[in-house]
């Protein structure tokens, strides 16, 4: 069996305040082997970009590593920091951020921006490195890449931007590329657009995809495994189609109940209740337990142990069953 990409283990981020430690992260484990795409899913708070930001260190103090190991192509990256970390960064591990506007140099064309990334970790002339600003433009699918690099940020549309922010991202042939919510701004006819180029572009070039989103359905989309978070933890983690048909944590369920699908006949879509806990006021036990329909009394004495089941796991004490599942 070849070695993942990249693989984290045990993973937690602290952040120290007056009132306490909070732990935003805690204990997540999981791998992305090449040419994969891990769709990692979770309402706001659960520390979906917190866990990426971990990886490509960009934590903002006072946040750090507080335990645990990342390792990128078998090297131990979590403990570089400065110069070590910024020759990483672009060359070996890629980011597209949310907001591609705000991604941008606004004072720079897109051909500086493209250019200037490959010149900092390629052995290439300037010459070369704008042939290949245009031909990575060409590859996201930007109609007149020879005259649209020497536009501006704001010269292109929403779409257009996010595919911009792909090429830059893949312009120095990373192994690995952090997508942070890279549709949530577009309209659902450029969202498939994207998804189709990230999977298309993944499978090719065998790069690992740690896609972070909110979406079951982007997950179900495009995502060749899933893994899904709740308060800082790792709820359940498995293939897209497993997960998505027979999820075995109650979260999961939740959130799967909760979504629109074209093939569900009920008329009436599922509510989680209540609402994630706050990281500085969080229940003993499992964090789920008071919104789950399951909780029984050891889940309010601790976490629940994560159990393999097949080619997924799930942190569960009383997982549900095909038969369980609403």
């Known amino acids: 069996m070849t070695s993942p990409i990249l693989s984290i283990r045990n993973l937690s981020v602290d952040i120290p305040t007056r009132q ?24 706001s708070g659960a520390g979906k970009s917190m866990a990426g930001n971990a990886v490509i260190g960009l934590l903002s103090p006072p946040a750090h590593i507080a335990a645990g190991e990342i390792h990128l192509n078998g090297t131990r990256i979590d403990h570089l920091q400065g110069e070590a970390m910024r020759c990483l960064r672009g060359k070996e591990i ?13 004072l720079l064309k897109i051909g500086d921006q493209l250019t200037e990334t490959m010149l900092a970790h390629l052995d290439i002339s300037q010459a070369d490195a704008r042939n290949r600003a245009v031909a990575a433009l060409e590859e996201v699918g930007i109609p007149g890449a020879s005259e649209r690099v020497d536009s501006y940020p704001h010269e292109f549309s929403g779409g257009m931007r996010q595919r911009v922010v792909i090429a830059l991202a893949l312009c120095a042939e990373p192994s690995l590329i952090i997508a942070d919510e890279p549709t949530t701004a577009l309209d659902v006819s450029v969202q498939a657009q994207i998804i189709a180029l990230l999977k298309r572009l993944c499978h090719e070039r065998g790069t690992a995809v740690m896609l972070i989103t909110h979406d079951m359905g982007v997950i179900a989309e495009a995502a060749d495994r899933v893994a899904v978070m709740y308060a800082g933890r790792l709820a359940e983690l498995g293939p897209v189609r497993d997960v998505l048909t027979t999820p075995r944590h109650p979260y999961t369920d939740g959130l799967m109940g909760s979504t629109p699908l074209a093939s569900r006949s009920k008329t009436r879509l599922h509510q989680i209740p209540g609402a994630m806990p706050r990281l500085d006021a969080l229940p003993t036990g499992c964090a789920f337990g008071p919104r789950c329909p399951r909780v029984q009394d050891d889940c309010r004495q601790e976490p629940g142990p994560s159990i393999q089941d097949g080619a997924g796991r799930s942190a569960c004490f009383h997982p549900l069953t095909s038969q369980g599942v609403t």
């Not at 306490?20 to 309402?43: C, F």
């Not at 890629?94 to 606004?106: A, E, H, I, R």
């Open 20 to 43: 306490g430690t909070l732990r935003p992260v805690n204990g997540v484990s999981y791998d992305i082997a090449a040419g994969e795409i891990l769709g990692v899913v979770g309402e």
């Open 94 to 106: 890629g980011m597209v951020f949310q907001d591609p506007l705000t991604s941008l140099n606004p």
